[in-house]
């Protein structure tokens, strides 16, 4: 059955944003839009905004009448520090702005787990672990400033607010995980070790990536201890990598 809530997932035409609208269908809600940057797909029962994050007219069009926003924009890997830092960080405190703005009562933001990691190894990491001095890349950097805007959003407005932080997702329709490197193995590029091969990284499949940000659209209540953090999202115990 149905709520009364509206959503709109940004970044609702890529991997994951894709797979959190078809769960939303799947539990048979009717007022689902999709912000992106481009149209990936048709479907006749979600309303589709093409507009650019780092546009707040864009933006505060998108979110009008909408309760609840999931937020999975972010460029794709190997691009540069400037494109992460527009859409990351100035794109995503513009949408914190936006959904005060228009109202909106709930904001759940992608994040990464990469946001705590530089390179040296973590075994049973939790949400005590601080960000990191020095990040690995743009990407890292800039998800962490996102975070923060998100989160500061919980202490300064009345928008509930909460980031998810998956490791790696995998799963169907993925073009930029596990298919380059299943490629690149084909390709035979892949002749380093590093390490003893023991090494252990955290793969979460998307459909628990998805379930977690319906459980935290469905508990992220003016009551609930929710708002104004983030959780690691993962499977269960790290695979081998
Ligand atoms: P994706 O590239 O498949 O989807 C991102 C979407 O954001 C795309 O549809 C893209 O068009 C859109 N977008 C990019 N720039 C935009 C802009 N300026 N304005 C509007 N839309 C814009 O990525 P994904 O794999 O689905 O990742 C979703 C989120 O999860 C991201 O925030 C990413 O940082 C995070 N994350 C992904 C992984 C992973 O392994 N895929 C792991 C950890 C965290």
């Known amino acids: 059955m149905s709520s009364e809530k509206s959503y709109l997932v940004v970044g609702g035409c890529g991997f994951l944003g894709r797979f959190i609208v078809e769960a939303l269908l799947a539990k048979g809600e009717k007022n689902i839009h999709v912000f992106d940057i481009r149209k990936s797909f048709e479907d006749d029962r979600v309303v589709f905004h093409i507009g650019d994050i780092r546009k707040s007219e864009d933006l505060e069009a998108a979110c009008k009448g909408i309760t ?12 540069g520090y400037d494109i992460y ?11 914190v702005d936006a959904c005060v703005k228009c109202g909106v009562k ?14 040296a190894d973590i075994a049973n990491g939790d949400e005590t672990m601080p960000y990191v001095a020095k990040h690995l890349d743009p990407y890292n950097k800039t998800k962490e400033l996102g975070e923060r805007a998100v989160l500061e959003a919980h202490s300064t407005t009345d928008l509930l607010v909460c980031a998810l932080r998956p490791a790696g ?3 169907p329709r993925d073009v930029q995980g596990w298919p380059q490197f299943l490629k690149a193995a ?9 390490g003893s091969g023991d090494n252990l ?14 459980l935290a659209a469905q508990h992220m209540t003016k009551e609930s201890p929710i708002s104004g953090n983030a959780y690691f999202i993962t499977n269960d115990e790290p695979i081998p990598f």
Request: charged content about 10%.
């Open 106 to 119: 709930q904001l759940v933001y992608t994040s990464s787990s990469s946001v705590v990691f530089n390179g």
């Open 186 to 194: 084909k390709e035979g590029k892949n002749k380093f070790m590093f």
């Open 169 to 171: 997702i995998f799963g």
């Open 85 to 95: 830092y527009s859409v990351n960080v100035t794109g995503t405190q513009k949408l």
């Open 201 to 214: 990284c955290d793969w979460t499949y998307i459909d628990n990536v998805v379930h977690a940000h319906l």
């Open 68 to 79: 609840t926003v999931f937020h999975t924009a972010s460029p794709t890997h190997g691009m």
